[in-house]
């Protein structure tokens, strides 16, 4: 089993940048497919980047496409999201996930599951 705990949110203009971080617990997070998820007020939640065990793997949505990216150090245990150029539509509760397989874009393949962090962009 795996805990997450998101960091790095918080108030930006458009146009700037913020760092996600997703620190996890336990030995085997090596193992798992990691992703990020955001849900907007009043939307479903969206898948927005996912990694692979190895970090070879990483789709994005396309809509962050270009101006996100996602990295993990398996030996820190941790998921990191760049999202740079960020866009008032961005703003969102963005949560990290860990899956052990299946497809990495799709959110019911997730098991674990952090408490969220709040990304707000102002235009």
Known sequence: QVQLAESGGGLVQAGGSLRLSCAAS???FRLYNMGWFRQAPGKEREFVAAV???GGLTPYADSVKGR???SRDNARNTVTLQMNSLK????AVYYCAGTVGGPMTVMS???YWGQGTQVTVSS
């Open 26 to 28: 336990g030995r085997t």
């Open 68 to 70: 996100f990216t996602i």
């Open 88 to 91: 008032p539509e961005d703003t």
């Open 109 to 111: 393949q997730y098991n």
């Open 52 to 54: 692979s065990s190895s």
